[in-house]
């Protein structure tokens, strides 16, 4: 048999002939090598996106803990630079880092004090029957409007202000009306309370809390409301938030005349009327240096008379437990007779406490050493307005010492007065011998002239004063320490005292702000006498993370 030898061409095309069962082995070895290396491919461009994605998701989530820590060093080295780069105009940069706060807040992104480094307890105050837990504040002018209190809050102060509010919306000074001064970390502001009303500012304060009511499960109604009100809900109704307070800054309108009295008690009722009910403090300024005429209300018969009306005005808020009222003074009457005007027309009035100070219509003179000023800057000093920075603290601190003395000394001149038989308005506590000379010049009281004088101003002051059992304070010891050699009480007629002592009386709360930067200072102006230190300029330039960076340094000074 012959055989038969094929050429190549014709053995190709018979195999292509070929179905594919029948195809030679080393087809499908070739097939399999191929699948095995796009296999490997696949997987290994799987494992790569993997890791691309964990990267990433790790990447976006520490970057979201870190940038809304506010402990990063980026709200403060980079935050606030590009945003004084971007705004060359100071009011500007404060809309733009409000608005952003507000955006921020509402997804859920914004800057938080992580950690609760308050739980610890090391920094609690004891502030108008709370426990605040830290003795640190927002002033006003952060917050105008009311727009970001709850972002204010998570940044960590125990309390934030808000404010000023006017009766009704007014624009305030004409532009430009805010001077930075970089090389101080000094501003200069003659804003004018631009304000949008009360009414305005009360409609925010209670959608704010409505919406509070309804994440707690209480509804959005008036019910709810009222829940959230009267304490019901574990709050303060003004801050919404456990250990912290919100005050409500309250003035005037610029075309209400400072010497109609009524017409200004009026414009400051207003505004309790509409914004205490949400308020936890309500504080009423008399102090701002750019509205003309308003600085004439701190003296003593003007401010005893408008704090009285305010005074009233609280008494009638729809609400279980009333806020508490502070009166805001400017650093700039600071004489003798100012302070004990003041004092005298707290004590009188029945409020709770000052707010020492405000922004000062001074000038630092000579710059403090150590800071270089530039020639524009320095121009910048002839601007009107207020003047908040650094260099203010040593004035603040000293202020603060005074007040702090001269209110607990207010209750026992009040009460000589009383006995005395003088008027009640006197221009401000006695100092040194003034007392007894002034006593020596006064025929000696009868026995009933005495009680009726002790038992009217008991009477009259005790709205201002509490039973406190156990608790001492520098008033208390000023009044229960007088006896028979004091010089009112020195008359045979005292042999038989009152009947019914005197309470002890409630010691009037001072907050201070005006140039702290540091948790240094803020040690100070406690052991100065305040309860609580409020900033402002600092957090303008130290950025988001002012407070917490303060809380820290207050943890390490001993």
Known sequence: MRAVILRPSVVRSRLCLRPPHILPRYTSTASTVSEATTNGRSLLTRTKNLVLGTSIALALSFGYLYITDTRASIHQWFVVPVLRLAYPDGEDAHHAGTAALKT???????????????AAGDLEVDVLGHRLSNPIGTSAGIDKGAEVPTPLFALGPGIVEVGGVTPLPQAGNPRPRVFRMPSQNALINRYGFNSEGAEVVAMRLRQRLREFAYHKGLGINEEAERIVLDGEAGVPPGSLVPGRLLA?????????????????SRDYAFCVKHLAKYADIIVVNVSSPNTPGLRSLQ???PLTHLLTSV???VKQVDRKTKPAIMVKVSPDEDSEEQVSGICEA???SGVDGVIVG???????NPIPKGFVMPEKEASLLLEQGGYSGPQMFDRTRALVRRYR?????????????????QDKQIPGPPVGDSVESSIKEK??????????ALSSATSTLRSDWTETPGESTPQSSNIDNMSVSDPLLSHSSLSNPPPTPLPSPQRKVLFATGGITNGRQAREILDAGASVAMVYTALIYGGVGTISRIKEEMREVV
């Not at 405000?358 to 630092?364: A, F, Q, V, Y």
């Not at 025929?443 to 009726?452: A, F």
Request: net charge negative; charged share 30%; aromatic share 2%.
């Open 104 to 118: 921020l807040h509402s997804f859920g992104i914004h800057p938080r004090e992580r950690g609760s480094p308050d």
């Open 248 to 264: 409500v800054q309250i003035t005037k309108n610029k075309d209400t005349p400072e010497q109609d009295s009524e017409a200004v």
């Open 299 to 301: 003296n003593v018969e």
């Open 311 to 313: 005074v009233q005005a």
């Open 346 to 348: 707290v004590w009188s």
């Open 358 to 364: 405000n922004t000062t219509k001074r000038r630092p």
């Open 405 to 421: 003395k001269t209110l607990d000394d207010g209750p026992k001149q009040l009460l000589l007065s009383a006995v005395s038989g």
């Open 443 to 452: 025929p000696e009281p009868t026995k009933k002239q005495i009680e009726d």
